[in-house]
């Protein structure tokens, strides 16, 4: 690690220190006896992750039932979570195992673009998913003409876009810093403060631009989501029967627990774990909501949905019958 150090150093003499800039990243090189028991964990999450995600969009492609507007959004959801863990976890992993602990400058950069598209897609498509649930309660009638096609296709892209500008805009103001010094990343990834602390020029308007971007998608999102299941709520109270009442809550029920995950793990990292003292909590938070949250999420939608068990039981058996 002291060479990498070195050799950062005496590139920054040499001029241009965003073309040459490397990054070294501590990862959780504190505990080395650690090291191959978390790459065992980590890359069992990680695998399981891609299968789950990758056989949710099989699975909702090739079954006609599930081409509604809520298993279009979670096709999408699976897709960006597949996305996502897969920008994060290899680089966890290889610097599980592997002495080189460097990243270059292009690299990290890239790397922060892609899961910054990722983390505020997945957050409009969540709030586009409680929209859909609050007009399928709400106005069971007219769901087929409210949630139509178009409008699907028009939330969806649109949260694509929006991702892709607000990560664009951040990324543009982290390439705006000059970098210096060693280069060392306490972390495992290139998320925005661990990149900031790298630089040697003032970056009080980045970190301005970040918290902007980050309130205003936090907040819009939220707000989309409480009002929807706050009139859902209200809704479903009025409901005589108690069969209603369970049947309203068991439609929306998963789909709350997947936010919860999202939009608690989010605060509890940007609003409460940002001390040196909770620098480890920190990590794990963020392996959570990388790596941990992409597997949950197509085990809870999928838990107690009979015509995803039965694609997949066909699927098995299908499998199962071309090796026999």
Same mark, same amino acid.
């Given at each position: 690690?002291? !060479?990498?150090?070195?050799?950062?150093?005496?590139?920054?003499?040499?001029?241009?220190?965003?073309?040459?800039?490397?990054?070294?990243?501590? *990862?959780?090189?504190?505990?080395?006896?650690?090291?191959?028991?978390?790459?065992?964990?980590?890359?069992?999450?990680?695998? =399981?992750?891609?299968?789950?995600?990758?056989?949710?969009?099989? $699975?909702?492609? $090739? #079954?006609?039932? &599930?081409?509604?507007?809520?298993?279009?959004?979670?096709?999408? &959801?699976?897709?960006?979570?597949? /996305?996502?863990?897969?920008?994060?976890?290899?680089?966890?992993?290889?610097?599980?195992?592997?002495?080189?602990? @460097?990243?270059?400058?292009?690299?990290?950069?890239?790397?922060?673009?892609?899961?910054?598209?990722?983390?505020?897609?997945?957050?409009?498509?969540?709030?586009?998913?409680?929209?859909?649930?609050?007009?399928?309660?709400?106005?069971?009638?007219?769901?087929?003409?409210?949630?139509?096609? #178009?409008?699907?296709?028009? &939330?969806?892209?649109?949260?694509?876009?929006?991702?892709?500008?607000?990560?664009?805009?951040?990324?543009?103001?982290?390439?705006?810093?000059?970098?210096? *010094?060693? *280069? =060392?990343?306490?972390?495992?990834? /290139?998320?925005? @403060?661990?990149?900031?602390?790298?630089? /040697?020029?003032? @970056?009080?308007?980045?970190?301005? %631009?970040?918290?902007?971007?980050?309130?205003?998608?936090?907040?819009?999102?939220? &707000?989309?989501?409480?009002?929807?299941?706050?009139? =859902?709520?209200?809704?479903?109270?009025?409901?005589?029967?108690?069969?209603?009442?369970? #049947?309203?809550?068991?439609? /929306? *029920?998963?789909?709350?627990?997947?936010?919860?995950?999202?939009?608690?793990? $989010?605060?509890?990292?940007?609003?409460? +774990?940002?001390?040196?003292?909770?620098? +480890?909590?920190?990590?794990? %938070?963020?392996?959570?909501? !990388?790596?941990?949250?992409?597997?949950?999420?197509?085990?809870?939608?999928?838990?107690?949905?009979?015509?995803?068990?039965?694609?997949?039981?066909?699927?098995?058996?299908?499998?199962?019958?071309?090796?026999?």
């Amino acid at each position: 690690m002291n !060479s990498q150090i070195s050799s950062n150093k005496s590139q920054m003499q040499e001029g241009n220190q965003s073309a040459v800039f490397t990054f070294v990243f501590l *990862g959780f090189s504190e505990y080395p006896k650690l090291q191959v028991p978390l790459f065992l964990v980590f890359l069992t999450i990680y695998t =399981i992750s891609v299968l789950e995600n990758l056989g949710m969009i099989l $699975i909702i492609r $090739i #079954k006609p039932k &599930l081409h509604t507007p809520m298993y279009v959004f979670l096709s999408h &959801l699976s897709f960006v979570d597949f /996305c996502y863990t897969t920008t994060i976890a290899p680089k966890l992993l290889d610097l599980l195992i592997v002495e080189d602990r @460097s990243m270059s400058f292009k690299g990290c950069i890239a790397q922060f673009f892609f899961g910054c598209t990722c983390v505020i897609t997945q957050t409009f498509i969540l709030a586009a998913m409680a929209y859909d649930r609050f007009v399928a309660v709400c106005n069971p009638l007219l769901y087929n003409i409210a949630m139509s096609r #178009k409008l699907c296709a028009l &939330l969806v892209a649109g949260s694509y876009i929006w991702g892709g500008i607000c990560s664009s805009t951040l990324t543009y103001f982290l390439l705006a810093l000059s970098y210096c *010094g060693s *280069g =060392i990343i306490n972390h495992f990834c /290139c998320e925005y @403060s661990a990149i900031i602390s790298a630089s /040697c020029s003032d @970056s009080s308007i980045s970190q301005l %631009a970040c918290l902007v971007i980050c309130m205003f998608n936090e907040v819009c999102s939220l &707000l989309i989501i409480l009002t929807s299941y706050v009139v =859902i709520v209200i809704t479903v109270i009025k409901i005589p029967s108690k069969g209603g009442h369970r #049947k309203a809550f068991s439609t /929306c *029920g998963f789909h709350l627990t997947a936010i919860c995950f999202c939009h608690g793990v $989010i605060l509890l990292l940007y609003c409460v +774990l940002k001390s040196k003292s909770s620098l +480890l909590l920190f990590k794990f %938070a963020t392996v959570f909501y !990388s790596m941990v949250i992409p597997m949950l999420n197509p085990l809870i939608y999928s838990l107690r949905n009979k015509d995803v068990k039965e694609t997949l039981r066909k699927l098995v058996h299908l499998k199962v019958l071309s090796h026999s």
